[in-house]
C-alpha cells in the first residue's frame, strides 16, 4: 500500500544522502536501491579505472557480469578493508530487513499479540518513528561528543546493542504485554538503527575522502545494495517466518543485524579524536541553528518544502485499519501477504527504468501533478476493496489487491525519488549534510503527522478490528486529500533546476553582515552561505 508504515519509516534514510542524490544527479537522476542496475554500473565503472595492466583490459573487452561483480568486490576489499565493508553492509542490511520482514511482523503483533485496535496501532508506530524525525541531532552530537575517545565505533556499539536488546525483549514471550512497553521498545530499536544510520554515514564520508576520487561513490553503492538485499530478503522470507515463528521470532530474526555490527566493530580500530578546544559541542549547534535559519526562510527553500510536507501530511494513513481489513474481513493469510510484500520488493527494483525514461527531464511542477493526481487515483482504488465493488465486477479480491499493491508502490516509489532530487537542489553548498538532514526529518515528520491523523480518523469513524463499517469513508477521505496538494503546486518550481543568482547573492550579503556583526562580540560564527544550487 501506499501508506505502508514502511515506506514512511524505513523507505526514507536521512543525514548525508546529499552525496547520493547529488551524485546521482549528475545523470539525470537518483539511484534506486537497486541491486542489479546500480552494482552493473559501478561494476563497469570501477573496471575502467583499475589497476589492471592496459593489455589485460583489451584482451577482455567485455567482462560478464560475474566477473564484473567479483572485480568490483576485491577492488572494494583491497581499497576499504573487510571490516568496513561488513559494518556497511549489516548497518544498511538491517534497515532492509526492517523496511519488510519486521514492519508485517509489527503489524502482526500490533493486531494480534497486543489485540489493539488500528487507531492505536497506527498512533503507535508514528511515534516510534520519531527518532528518525530527529537525526540531524544525532550527527551533530556524534561529530562534536566523542565517547572513549572515539566519534563512531564508541556510537555503533552502544546503539547497535539497545537495538539488539530492543528486539531481543520483543522476542521474549510474556515480557512486553501492553501498549507502553511495546511503544518504549520499538521506539528503543528504530533510536539505536537511525542513530547507526547516520554514524555509518559519518564513516563511509571519512573513508571515501581518504581514498581515491574514483572510489568515493562506491561505498554509497554498497549502503544501496545492502538496503536492497535486506528489503527483497526480509519480504521473501516474511511470510514463512510469520508462520513459523510468529511476530515474536521475526523480532529474534531482526535483532541479528545489530548484533553483527557489535560483534564486527569490536574488532574495528579508531584512532583518538581530540576536540578542538576552542569548539564546543552547543557552539556547534548555535552555528548550524544560524546558517539554518539564514537559508530556511527563503522561498526558494521552504515553498517546496512545504508542499512535500503537506502532501504526505494532509492525506490521513489508514494503513493499520487496511491491515486489519485484510486480515480479519478478506481471510488473507500471512504467506500471501509475505508474497504481495515480496512482489512489491521486486517492482521497486525497476520503478528506476521507469523514471529515467519518462520521468528524469521533466518539469517538477508538472512530474508532481502527474504523481499526485496517479496516487489519488491509487488510493481511491482501495475503496472499490472496501466496498466490494470488486467482486459484483467478478474480480477476486486477490488479484485486486495484488495489481493494487504494485501500483501503490510504484508510484510512492515514483514520488520519493524526485522529492530526494528535489530535496537536494535546495540544499546550499557549504551546509549540504545539515540542511539535507534537516529536509529528511521534515520529510519523515509528515508521515508521522499523517499516521497521527489516520489515527484520530479511525477513532472518530469507530473502525476496530471487528467493524468496518466507516473504512470507506476513512479511504475516501484520504482520496480527497490528496488532491488537494495539486492546487498548492505553485510552490514548486516550474523547471528542472533551481538557481538564483540574486537571491543567493543577497542571502550571501546578509549572512556576512551578520558573521561580521558576532565576530565584533565573538569568534563563535565562521559560516558563509551560498544559496545559489548548483544544477
Given at each position: 500500500?501506499?501508506?505502508?508504515?514502511?515506506?514512511?519509516?524505513?523507505?526514507?534514510?536521512?543525514?548525508?544522502?546529499?552525496?547520493?542524490?547529488?551524485?546521482?544527479?549528475?545523470?539525470?537522476?537518483?539511484?534506486?536501491?537497486?541491486?542489479?542496475?546500480?552494482?552493473?554500473?559501478?561494476?563497469?565503472?570501477?573496471?575502467?579505472?583499475?589497476?589492471?595492466?592496459?593489455?589485460?583490459?583489451?584482451?577482455?573487452?567485455?567482462?560478464?557480469?560475474?566477473?564484473?561483480?567479483?572485480?568490483?568486490?576485491?577492488?572494494?576489499?583491497?581499497?576499504?578493508?573487510?571490516?568496513?565493508?561488513?559494518?556497511i553492509f549489516f548497518v544498511y542490511f538491517t534497515q532492509g530487513i526492517r523496511s519488510t520482514l519486521?514492519?508485517?511482523?509489527?503489524?502482526?503483533?500490533?493486531?494480534?499479540?497486543?489485540?489493539?485496535?488500528?487507531?492505536?496501532?497506527?498512533?503507535?508506530?508514528?511515534?516510534?518513528?520519531?527518532?528518525?524525525?530527529?537525526?540531524?541531532?544525532?550527527?551533530?552530537?556524534?561529530?562534536?561528543?566523542?565517547?572513549?575517545?572515539?566519534?563512531?565505533?564508541?556510537?555503533?556499539?552502544?546503539?547497535?546493542?539497545?537495538?539488539?536488546?530492543?528486539?531481543?525483549?520483543?522476542?521474549?514471550?510474556?515480557?512486553?504485554?501492553?501498549?507502553?512497553?511495546?511503544?518504549?521498545?520499538?521506539?528503543?530499536?528504530?533510536?539505536?538503527?537511525?542513530?547507526?544510520?547516520?554514524?555509518?554515514?559519518?564513516?563511509?564520508?571519512?573513508?571515501?575522502?581518504?581514498?581515491?576520487?574514483?572510489?568515493?561513490?562506491?561505498?554509497?553503492?554498497?549502503?544501496?545494495?545492502?538496503?536492497?538485499?535486506?528489503?527483497?530478503?526480509?519480504?521473501?522470507?516474511?511470510?514463512?517466518?510469520?508462520?513459523?515463528?510468529?511476530?515474536?521470532?521475526?523480532?529474534?530474526?531482526?535483532?541479528?543485524?545489530?548484533?553483527?555490527?557489535?560483534?564486527?566493530?569490536?574488532?574495528?580500530?579508531?584512532?583518538?579524536?581530540?576536540?578542538?578546544?576552542?569548539?564546543?559541542?552547543?557552539?556547534?549547534?548555535?552555528?548550524?541553528?544560524?546558517?539554518?535559519?539564514?537559508?530556511?526562510?527563503?522561498?526558494?527553500?521552504?515553498?517546496?518544502?512545504?508542499?512535500?510536507?503537506?502532501?504526505?501530511?494532509?492525506?490521513?494513513?489508514?494503513?493499520?485499519?487496511?491491515?486489519?481489513?485484510?486480515?480479519?474481513?478478506?481471510?488473507?493469510?500471512?504467506?500471501?501477504l509475505g508474497f504481495i510484500s515480496t512482489v512489491g520488493s521486486f517492482t521497486l527494483l525497476g520503478?528506476?527504468?521507469?523514471?529515467?525514461?519518462?520521468?528524469?527531464?521533466?518539469?517538477?511542477?508538472?512530474?508532481?501533478?502527474?504523481?499526485?493526481?496517479?496516487?489519488?487515483?491509487?488510493?481511491?482504488?482501495?475503496?472499490?476493496?472496501?466496498?466490494?465493488?470488486?467482486?459484483?465486477?467478478?474480480?477476486?479480491?486477490?488479484?485486486?489487491?495484488?495489481?493494487?499493491?504494485?501500483?501503490?508502490?510504484?508510484?510512492?516509489?515514483?514520488?520519493?525519488m524526485p522529492s530526494l532530487v528535489l530535496c537536494a537542489k535546495i540544499c546550499p553548498p557549504g551546509?549540504?549534510?545539515?540542511?539535507?538532514?534537516?529536509?529528511?526529518?521534515?520529510?519523515?515528520?509528515?508521515?508521522?503527522?499523517?499516521?497521527?491523523?489516520?489515527?484520530?480518523?479511525?477513532?472518530?469513524?469507530?473502525?476496530?478490528?471487528?467493524?468496518?463499517?466507516?473504512?470507506?469513508?476513512?479511504?475516501?477521505?484520504?482520496?480527497?486529500?490528496?488532491?488537494?496538494?495539486?492546487?498548492?503546486?505553485?510552490?514548486?518550481?516550474?523547471?528542472?533546476?533551481?538557481?538564483?543568482?540574486?537571491?543567493?547573492?543577497?542571502?550571501?550579503?546578509?549572512?556576512?553582515?551578520?558573521?561580521?556583526?558576532?565576530?565584533?562580540?565573538?569568534?563563535?560564527?565562521?559560516?558563509?552561505?551560498?544559496?545559489?544550487?548548483?544544477?
Open positions: 500500500m501506499a501508506d505502508s508504515s514502511a515506506d514512511r519509516s524505513d523507505g526514507i534514510r536521512g543525514r548525508n544522502k546529499k552525496a547520493d542524490v547529488s551524485s546521482d544527479m549528475e545523470n539525470g537522476g537518483i539511484s534506486s536501491p537497486s541491486a542489479a542496475s546500480t552494482l552493473d554500473s559501478s561494476a563497469d565503472d570501477d573496471y575502467s579505472v583499475s589497476s589492471a595492466p592496459e593489455k589485460d583490459k583489451k584482451s577482455s573487452p567485455a567482462l560478464s557480469n560475474v566477473q564484473a561483480v567479483v572485480h568490483w568486490w576485491k577492488s572494494m576489499r583491497l581499497q576499504f578493508g573487510d571490516a568496513l565493508l561488513l559494518q519486521c514492519s508485517l511482523g509489527t503489524s502482526y503483533y500490533l493486531n494480534e499479540t497486543l489485540a489493539l485496535p488500528p487507531a492505536q496501532s497506527e498512533s503507535l508506530r508514528a511515534t516510534a518513528a520519531i527518532p528518525w524525525i530527529i537525526k540531524p541531532l544525532y550527527g551533530i552530537l556524534s561529530d562534536s561528543v566523542p565517547i572513549w575517545g572515539t566519534r563512531r565505533k564508541s556510537y555503533l556499539l552502544i546503539f547497535s546493542a539497545i537495538s539488539a536488546a530492543a528486539y531481543f525483549a520483543l522476542s521474549t514471550p510474556g515480557l512486553i504485554t501492553t501498549y507502553e512497553s511495546a511503544l518504549v521498545a520499538l521506539v528503543v530499536a528504530s533510536l539505536g538503527i537511525a542513530f547507526c544510520d547516520v554514524v555509518i554515514d559519518g564513516k563511509v564520508v571519512e573513508a571515501a575522502r581518504s581514498e581515491r576520487e574514483d572510489m568515493a561513490g562506491n561505498l554509497q553503492t554498497l549502503s544501496w545494495i545492502s538496503l536492497s538485499v535486506g528489503s527483497v530478503l526480509g519480504s521473501m522470507v516474511s511470510g514463512y517466518a510469520l508462520n513459523t515463528f510468529g511476530p515474536l521470532g521475526v523480532f529474534f530474526l531482526s535483532a541479528v543485524g545489530p548484533l553483527c555490527v557489535v560483534l564486527i566493530s569490536i574488532k574495528i580500530p579508531e584512532e583518538k579524536y581530540v576536540p578542538p578546544g576552542d569548539l564546543s559541542f552547543f557552539q556547534t549547534v548555535q552555528d548550524q541553528c544560524r546558517a539554518l535559519a539564514t537559508v530556511v526562510v527563503d522561498p526558494i527553500c521552504w515553498r517546496p518544502m512545504l508542499w512535500i510536507f503537506l502532501s504526505n501530511a494532509l492525506p490521513p494513513s489508514v494503513g493499520e485499519a487496511m491491515f486489519s481489513f485484510k486480515t480479519a474481513e478478506l481471510g488473507f493469510s500471512k504467506s500471501f520503478t528506476t527504468a521507469l523514471y529515467n525514461a519518462y520521468f528524469r527531464d521533466m518539469p517538477f511542477r508538472r512530474m508532481f501533478f502527474r504523481i499526485q493526481l496517479a496516487s489519488a487515483c491509487v488510493s481511491f482504488a482501495e475503496f472499490v476493496l472496501v466496498s466490494r465493488l470488486n467482486v459484483a465486477f467478478g474480480i477476486g479480491d486477490r488479484f485486486f489487491i495484488f495489481g493494487d499493491e504494485i501500483l501503490s508502490d510504484v508510484v510512492a516509489r515514483l514520488k520519493h551546509i549540504e549534510g545539515t540542511m539535507f538532514a534537516l529536509l529528511m526529518s521534515i520529510y519523515n515528520f509528515s508521515w508521522s503527522v499523517a499516521s497521527y491523523g489516520g489515527s484520530w480518523l479511525c477513532t472518530y469513524l469507530e473502525i476496530s478490528k471487528t467493524n468496518f463499517a466507516g473504512l470507506a469513508a476513512a479511504v475516501t477521505i484520504r482520496s480527497v486529500a490528496k488532491v488537494v496538494p495539486l492546487f498548492l503546486l505553485f510552490m514548486v518550481p516550474a523547471t528542472t533546476s533551481i538557481s538564483s543568482s540574486s537571491l543567493a547573492s543577497n542571502t550571501k550579503m546578509k549572512t556576512t553582515k551578520s558573521r561580521k556583526q558576532s565576530e565584533s562580540g565573538s569568534d563563535s560564527d565562521n559560516v558563509a552561505i551560498d544559496l545559489k544550487v548548483q544544477p
